[in-house]
Nanobody, 129 residues
């Protein structure tokens, strides 16, 4: 079955850290750009961070810059989102999404669901004391 699977969410206190993982099942994630999105209750889904196929190009929303880091391990075919200095506003369901692209391309957090070939089911992040 072709799918993305997120993991690593949970409950954390403000100021804490979490690392989310995105794994591909049934296809090679190396051929895909990967974007992390999040959605809080009652709010629209927003792009958080993206990474190119090579891993050398990344982009992040201004609200998370300096706190979140996206990376990929091509050997393990995984994409990670390291989240530090978490605040309650970071709470929500986090999704990874993948779209195939060129090796030298730049990533972009395009909030169009149908653009992406694969979406994960999401992992919940709750930041609360």
């Amino acid at each position: 079955q072709l799918q993305l699977v997120e993991s690593g969410g949970g409950l954390v206190q403000p100021g804490g850290s979490l690392r989310l993982s995105c794994a591909a099942s049934g296809f090679d994630l190396d051929y895909y750009f990967v974007t992390w999105f999040r959605q809080a209750p009652g709010k629209e889904r927003e792009g958080v961070s993206c990474i190119s196929r090579s891993g050398f190009n990344t982009n992040s929303a201004s609200s998370v810059k300096g706190r979140f880091t996206i990376s990929r391990d091509r050997a393990k075919k995984m994409v990670y989102l390291q989240m530090n200095s978490l605040i309650p506003e970071d709470s929500g369901a986090y999704y990874c999404a993948a779209v195939r692209g060129p090796l030298t391309g730049l990533c972009a957090m395009v909030p169009r669901e149908k653009l992406y070939e694969f979406w994960g089911q999401g992992t919940q992040v709750t930041v609360s004391s």
